[in-house]
């Protein structure tokens, strides 16, 4: 089975590991999802994150955060951009999630970055998900 939406599976197992109160979830690796779970860990979503081989494959681990009363510190992840129909956004139109307790990821020309850095910076992009 080929994956259509790589993005869309990693935000799917970290919800589903977070409902579950898994510490650590292991998915295949690419540029864009060891960029994606950099910003995450720099915005205090994730403890951390590994990139390995294991059996001739890269495998990127995510380490989940958790609350003190043992809820997961992602909320929520929502999927913006899909294969399907892509979201741009220019400065301007990028939305603040959750009135800026959240943050979007934009895919720039500049590379991947949180909303805020890309109004900072003064560009747009496609807009791949938010997290909360």
Known sequence: MTMTDPIADMLTRIRNAGMRRIEEVDLPSSRIR????????????????????????????????YTEEERPVISGLTR??????????????????????GIAIVSTSSGIMTDKEARKNNIGGEVICYVW
């Open 80 to 101: 913006v951009s899909k294969p399907g129909r892509r979201v741009y956004a220019g400065t301007k139109e990028i939305p603040p999630v959750k009135r800026g307790l």
């Open 34 to 65: 060891v960029e994606i779970a950099r910003i995450l860990r720099e915005e205090g979503f994730l403890k951390g994150f590994k990139s390995t081989k294991e059996e001739g494959l890269d495998v990127l681990r995510l380490f989940l955060k």
